[in-house]
Structures are given as structure tokens and as C-alpha cells.
């Protein structure tokens, strides 16, 4: 009787050692796995800032004074174009990279190297030949870049007094030229080596140069001086 006493407890503490080393349910450990290994949801992007205002404010001003009717027929800006060009770069190609992850900081997009469409031997030129860096933005890259251009790069700019109404091409399109790239606050001042120009054209759907003038002065485009009637305008009564 005692030996069978013995072997019953035996029995019992071996079952308890089962049941301690028996795996956790596999569904659960799954569900825990999973839940730990997904990537928090992204935040939901905020639309551009000017585009809404654009919308909202500015486009039934326009139409009032332009005296347009079809909401499709009035003037908005279609994209952007930036283009740092440089000579520097036919003998030091390296310039390039720094130029281009200058440009990518600025605009938030990841500009493609420009090059010579032709040789040229009086500038040492080469077709094919890097000569410089560029990126295109469309819809809320575009609106974000021209917004902080205007409200926080420009007025920056030493001694400024606005920029010139006469950089339109006869179709509505305006082309600025700026001799620092470093008045964008993106940029850390340290890490520049050499202080780039650089050329931003934009490109509207207005039919003329007064529209373009009119729509890039409601987006706050700092013009000199008042501007008289151009060539275009709808006639006063």
C-alpha cells in the first residue's frame, strides 16, 4: 500500500511538471506577435496651406476681377520648376551631389542632373556633360514651396524690395531669378560650402500676362510698386 501511496504522488507531481512546460496557445502568441510587429498607422496629411485658401478666398476674387463666369476658365498655377545650374560642376563633379541634396532639402523631392544638350569648345563643354541640378513639383509640393517662398525665403532676401513685374513670358508664366539658395531656413547654414543661385519658373494656365500678374499678386507674390494696366486687361467701366 505504501509503495502504491508512492507511486500515485509520483504521478501526480509528474503530470503538475506537464502541465507547467506545456506550450501557451499558439493563437495568442500569434496575435501578440503580429500586433507588436505592425507599423503604427501614418498620420493623415494636411493639405497645403495656400491651396485651400486658393480655393476658398482667393479664386471667387479672381473671377470677380477678371470678370470670369467658369470656375474651370480661371487662372491657377500648374507647376513649378527649379533649376540650379553650375559651371563649377565640368570640373568638380562632386558639386553636384551637394547641390542636389541642397535642392532635395528645400523642396522636399529628389531633383534629377541636367546636361549639355550640345558641345560647346569655347566653355569647355561636352554634350552630355553634368552641368547642373533641377526638379519639377506639382499640386501640394507646389503650393507648399511657392507659400513658404513667398511668406518666409523672400523677405529674407537683404534689401528687398519686391520683385520685377516684367519676367513674364507674353503666356502667363513668370521666371524668378534668386543669387542665394541659403535664404531657404531649410537649410543648415554650416554645412554649405558655396552659396548657389538658382531659377524658379512658374508656370500658370492663364491666358495672358495680366492674369498671370494677377493671379501670382493674389497668392502674395511681393511685386514692386502698383501695377497699371497691361497688356490683356479686361476693359474698365
Do not use: C
Not at 503650393?143 to 513667398?150: A, N
Amino acid at each position: 500500500m505504501a509503495d502504491e501511496r508512492k507511486t500515485g504522488k509520483a504521478g501526480e507531481k509528474a503530470g503538475k511538471t506537464r502541465r507547467d512546460r506545456a506550450p501557451r496557445d499558439g493563437t495568442a502568441d500569434a496575435a501578440e506577435t503580429a500586433a507588436a510587429a505592425a507599423p503604427e498607422a501614418p498620420e493623415p496629411k494636411l493639405p497645403a496651406r495656400l491651396r485651400l485658401k486658393y480655393q476658398s478666398e482667393i479664386l471667387p476674387g479672381l473671377m470677380r476681377e477678371l470678370k470670369i463666369t467658369n470656375t474651370m476658365r480661371a487662372p491657377r498655377l500648374e507647376k513649378i520648376v527649379i533649376n540650379m545650374a553650375l559651371g563649377e560642376a565640368r570640373e568638380n563633379v562632386k558639386i553636384l551631389d551637394a547641390a542636389a541634396e541642397e535642392l532635395r532639402q528645400i523642396v522636399g523631392q529628389k531633383p534629377v542632373v541636367t546636361r549639355a544638350r550640345k558641345a560647346i569648345s569655347n566653355f569647355k563643354l561636352r554634350e552630355g556633360m553634368p552641368i547642373g541640378v533641377m526638379v519639377t513639383l506639382r499640386r501640394d509640393r507646389m503650393w507648399e514651396f511657392f507659400d513658404r517662398m513667398v511668406n518666409i525665403a523672400l523677405p529674407r532676401v537683404r534689401d528687398f524690395r519686391g520683385v520685377s513685374e516684367k519676367a513674364f513670358d507674353g503666356r502667363g508664366n513668370y521666371s524668378l531669378g534668386l543669387r542665394e539658395h541659403t535664404i531657404f531656413p531649410e537649410l543648415n547654414l554650416d554645412k554649405v560650402e558655396k552659396v548657389k543661385g538658382m531659377t524658379v519658373s512658374i508656370k500658370t494656365t492663364a491666358a495672358s500676362d495680366f492674369e498671370g500678374l494677377t493671379l501670382l499678386r493674389a497668392l502674395g507674390m511681393p511685386f514692386r510698386g502698383a501695377s497699371g494696366e497691361r497688356e490683356g486687361a479686361p476693359p474698365t467701366e
